[in-house]
């Protein structure tokens, strides 16, 4: 069963904002609304006390590493692939990473030393509405655990309600995790991703400049399950050598990809591309496909042989497709 590729270009909505420091920044206008009895010095000396306490307890609000977790946590039930991050700068707003399992498929956009690169994102629970933010809930992002400091900047002013701004400090790489805020806590701690500060970017152009998509000449096509990933079958002047991994019934192989023009240039599968796959016309439909950007699962769903097309795709549609393949799914018994 092939997945239709409009459900894969999924979800648009974005969430929310707020400070790390709404907390501590609470705490201290609740200290200056306290009212003291001006003659009572034994209840102004126990109110001295709490006074230092609460100053100790804003200092650890305000604190930036002691708002994060030292490991992601998830106490609102968000499906596996429910967290995705979006990079505003694209009309529509494009997906760029999201997390699967206790780590992280795609990447955040290259953030220039003096810019910032601007964020939403939509939240999926495990009961498949979406999760409204804004209101209830908010969305945040701080920097990692120990992660190294001056690299990024995030303060109070960038939080805008359906985004987030990261900014650049200096040249570097540091990591983040984005949060789901609510009242005065967490529900949830994404896994730490990597945010990268450079003098100025040019990745983006490279790749739209450098690949062409309307001339690939070769496409790679690797068994991701050895370390380093294995080579298995190769397109060339409209055949295939190689073959694919036998799929068993009920597991799934995952398969990474190469796509290399006539100029030997490669595409990137991590933004502008992504690898698909799709059963061939007329094929069986004995297998079931998952898409993750620069790799695919294929689901065996019962035991025979099909055959597939390996695609590239760019926004809604394929840019270039093989020709098929064929894929043998087998009971291994067990």
Not at 38 to 67: A, I, Q, V
Not at 68 to 94: I, N, S, T, Y
Not at 247 to 269: I, M, Q, W
């Amino acid at each position: 069963m092939t997945v239709d590729p409009d459900a894969e270009t999924r979800r648009r909505l974005l969430v929310a904002s707020g400070s790390l420091a709404a907390l501590g920044l609470a705490g201290c206008l609740g200290d200056d609304a306290e009212e003291e009895d001006p003659g009572d010095d034994e209840d102004d000396e126990d109110e001295d006390d709490h006074d230092e306490d609460d100053h100790d307890e804003d200092d650890h609000d305000h604190d930036h590493d002691e708002e994060v977790a030292e490991e992601a946590f998830d106490e609102l039930g968000v499906a596996d692939e429910g967290f995705v991050v979006l990079d505003r700068a694209h009309d529509p707003h494009e997906e760029v990473a999201y997390v699967h399992g206790d780590h992280w498929h795609g990447s955040l956009p290259h953030i220039e030393v003096g810019d910032n690169v601007s964020l939403g994102a939509e939240i999926e629970p495990e009961d498949g509405d979406s999760l409204e933010l804004g209101d209830e809930y908010e969305l945040r992002v701080a920097e990692a655990h120990d992660a190294p400091e001056g690299i990024v900047g995030i303060d109070e002013g960038d939080y805008h309600g359906d985004h987030v701004h990261i900014n650049g400090e200096s040249e570097g790489i540091t990591e983040v995790v984005f949060l789901i805020w609510h009242d005065d806590h967490a529900d949830y701690q994404s896994p730490p991703i990597d945010a990268q500060v450079v003098e100025e970017d040019d990745h983006e152009h490279e790749h739209e400049h450098e690949f062409d998509a309307h001339h690939v000449a070769d496409v790679r096509i690797f068994d991701r399950a050895p370390d380093p990933h294995e080579e298995v079958a190769h397109y060339h002047d409209d055949h295939w050598d190689g073959e694919l991994p036998t799929v068993p019934v009920g597991e799934h192989v995952s398969l990474g990809a190469e796509f290399e023009d006539d100029e030997g240039n490669l595409a990137d599968l991590d933004h502008e591309f992504e690898l698909r796959v799709r059963l061939a016309d007329d094929a069986d439909d004995i297998v079931e496909f998952d898409y993750h950007g620069d790799h695919v699962h294929v689901i065996g769903e019962e035991e025979g042989t099909t055959e597939v097309v390996f695609q590239l795709w760019h926004d809604d549609h394929a840019d270039f497709e093989t020709e098929p393949i064929a894929v043998d799914v087998e009971d291994d018994g067990y």
